[in-house]
């Protein structure tokens, strides 16, 4: 049940990913590299984490309006 609740926030976070919607990808990749840190889905959320908190960044820094909702947790 575990892995596939894991494979259901995966595939979450892709959609958010996918549609750009950033701040939930984040949330949703989270998710993942906590239910199961060493897998390869946790790795690849790893690294989609980390460029997404930078498109998010860069983001809030061209609109100030942006800027008041917080960074998701990575």
């Given at each position: 049940l575990r892995g596939r609740?894991?494979?259901g926030s995966f595939n979450i976070a892709r959609?958010?990913?996918r549609t750009g919607e950033p701040v939930s990808a984040v949330i949703?990749?989270?998710e993942v590299?906590?239910?199961n840190p060493e897998s390869e889905n946790?790795?690849?959320a790893a690294r989609r984490i980390e460029l997404l908190n930078r498109i998010i960044a860069e983001e809030r820094?061209?609109?100030p309006d942006k800027a008041k909702v917080?960074?998701?947790f990575s």
């Open positions: 609740q894991n494979q959609y958010y990913d949703y990749y989270n590299i906590e239910a946790a790795k690849f820094a061209n609109n917080p960074l998701p």
